[in-house]
T-cell receptor, first 113, second 116 residues
Framework: GENVEQHPSTLSVQEGDSAVIKCTYS??????FPWYKQELGKRPQLIID?????GEKKDQRIAVTLNKTAKHFSLHITETQPEDSAVYFC????????????FGKGTKLSVKP | DTGVSQDPRHKITKRGQNVTFRCDPI?????LYWYRQTLGQGPEFLTY????????KSRLLSDRFSAERPKGSFSTLEIQRTEQGDSAMYLC??????????????FGPGTRLTVL
């Protein structure tokens, strides 16, 4: 079955710097890759997603890139702010099939003012 | 509130007792998922429904776990003879399956189970 690896497990940056989180997946049939942000004690919330027919997607300060050949995808946050501090999870699924998400173990991002 | 809701938010029980959780998805969503999340880990898939049909169960879902979604609306997850290893956050998510759409999964706030 699918396996998703996520790195790093913790990331500390200064406010205004960029943050990059990387994930790899094992199942070449996976075609949908969402990123969720989870604040302490809160539910996971989708921040951006990408399908396998697209190589890059951007939404304001957040971007995701996908390399299907290498089976890895990355989250880029620019101009980080203290409110970006949270745990970020990548996930993969086979959209069109059952669609259940396989999550990475998460990255705890701390943005220091 | 039109989001996914779960009840109760917290449950403390003694080992060996049965517990039941409820999830109310977003009303027009036809897919409903249950995940389990332990501290420091990502959510792990347990089972999912398309309308009222339970179509997939993870190997994580032992015989002590059962889930239902009568009439394709709310869902319940029951754990019988709870064990300390069942302590976790149980998350419900829903999505709308339509050919070509994003199938974004919206998560509920979760039910935190503590087994003493």
């Amino acid at each position: 079955g699918e396996n998703v690896e996520q790195h790093p497990s913790t990331l500390s940056v200064q406010e205004g710097d960029s943050a990059v989180i990387k994930c790899t997946y094992s199942d070449s049939a996976s075609n949908y890759f969402p990123w969720y942000k989870q604040e302490l004690g809160k539910r996971p919330q989708l921040i951006i997603d990408i399908r396998s027919n697209v190589g890059e997607k951007k939404d304001q300060r957040i971007a995701v890139t996908l390399n299907k050949t290498a089976k890895h995808f990355s989250l880029h946050i620019t101009e980080t702010q203290p409110e970006d501090s949270a745990v970020y999870f990548c996930a993969a699924s086979i959209s069109g099939s059952q669609g259940n998400l396989i999550f990475g173990k998460g990255t705890k991002l701390s943005v220091k003012p | 509130d039109t989001g996914v809701s779960q009840d109760p938010r917290h449950k403390i029980t003694k080992r060996g007792q049965n517990v039941t959780f409820r999830c109310d998805p977003i009303s027009e969503h036809n897919r409903l998922y249950w995940y389990r999340q332990t501290l420091g880990q990502g959510p792990e898939f347990l089972t999912y429904f398309q309308n009222e049909a339970q179509l997939e169960k993870s190997r994580l879902l032992s015989d002590r776990f059962s889930a239902e979604r009568p009439k394709g609306s709310f869902s319940t997850l029951e754990i019988q003879r709870t064990e300390q290893g069942d302590s976790a956050m149980y998350l419900c998510a829903s999505s709308y399956r339509l050919a070509g759409n994003r199938e974004e999964q919206f998560f509920g706030p979760g039910t935190r189970l503590t087994v003493l």
